[in-house]
């Protein structure tokens, strides 16, 4: 009978040990991720209270949001943070929802913060991220409620992605290069702030777009639509400005001559009309007598 305790003690033991270790190896994890995101920064000095001995929930690190003791946000504006960002790191944050890097030097093409497909918020505003997103970027990431990316170096289309966000609430995209024609958006009642302003976008802007100001259009040379007071059939004169002016002189001078016309005829139907009155009445009488004549004569 005691050996066979023995080994169900020892067997017990051992299974709590290692509960207890992939419980330690677990939190490990989360910490580890974070000094791991660390190390793939320059100027992290910040980030000095990021250590390894301590817990980011319990002692709080900077810019790190808990909620029950998970990390949910990571929002690290205005560090002066440069360097790579570690997507894989960030992947290991299971109950990461917001993430902002707002007002850093971070530079180069987006990161794939598409693998974090959880993320309701995203902020990337005031850095100096550039080139082209592609147009399926964002559908993987149907959470996302937040989106700023502006003030940023992004060139090419707005990806089209991002307009087929189902709950999307707020996009802001000024200050860019973004070029080409805006996509329409796909459900424009649930987005309640946007801002396109000081791109180099062009073209009509969709009707999807009707309930937002000409703020979140100015600074768009190519831009035209009922916001922006600018008809779009006459933005394809405008740019042709030559021929038009010619046009119009033409049609002032044509309208010259045509007044003069009509008055030197006015003039020389009074004349006519002036003789016809007074030569008429001499022959008023024998003009009768004639067609009496010639009805006569039938
Ligand atoms: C950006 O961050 C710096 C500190 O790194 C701060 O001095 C500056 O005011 C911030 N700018 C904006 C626009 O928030
Ligand atoms: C924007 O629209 C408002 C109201 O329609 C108008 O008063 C304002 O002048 C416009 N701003 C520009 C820069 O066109």
Redesign the pocket.
């Known amino acids: 009978m005691a050996p066979v305790r023995i080994r169900t003690v020892f067997m017990l033991s051992l299974l709590t040990f290692s509960l207890s270790l992939s419980k330690l190896a677990f939190s490990l994890t989360e910490n580890e991720a974070l000094l791991k995101l660390k190390s793939s920064f320059t100027n992290a000095e910040a980030l000095d209270d990021w250590d390894s001995r301590s817990s980011p929930c319990v002692k709080r690190w900077a810019g790190i949001i808990c909620f029950g003791g998970l990390i949910t946000g990571l929002h690290l504006s205005d560090f002066g943070l440069s360097g790579t960002i570690d997507i894989e790191a960030l992947q290991q944050l299971r109950a990461l929802r917001t993430l902002s890097l707002k007002n850093n030097s971070f530079s180069g093409q987006i990161p794939a913060f598409n693998k974090l497909g959880a993320l309701k918020l995203l902020l990337l505003s005031h850095n100096k991220f550039s080139g082209q997103i592609p147009d399926d970027f964002f559908s993987s990431m149907a959470s996302l409620k937040k989106v700023w990316l502006s003030n940023n170096d992004f060139t090419g289309k707005i990806p089209l992605s991002l307009m087929t966000l189902p709950h999307l609430l707020e996009l802001h995209l000024e200050g860019n290069q973004f070029s080409g024609h805006i996509p329409t958006l796909r459900k424009p009642t649930t987005v309640t702030s946007l801002d396109l302003s000081h791109n180099k976008l062009e073209g009509e802007i969709p009707d999807s777009f009707s309930k937002f100001?000409?703020?979140s259009f100015?600074g768009n040379q190519g831009l035209c639509g009922k916001q922006?007071?600018r008809d779009c059939s006459s933005m394809v004169v405008e740019s042709l400005p030559q021929p038009a002016a010619e046009e119009k002189k033409e049609s002032a001078g044509s309208e010259g001559h045509t007044k003069l016309a009509i008055g030197i005829g006015a003039l020389v139907v009074m004349g006519i009309l002036f003789i016809a009155t007074f030569t008429g009445r001499r022959k008023d009488k024998g003009d009768d007598f004639s067609i009496l004549e010639k009805r006569n004569t039938r």
Do not use: K, P
Request: glycine share 0%.
């Open positions: 100001s000409n703020v100015l922006l007071d």
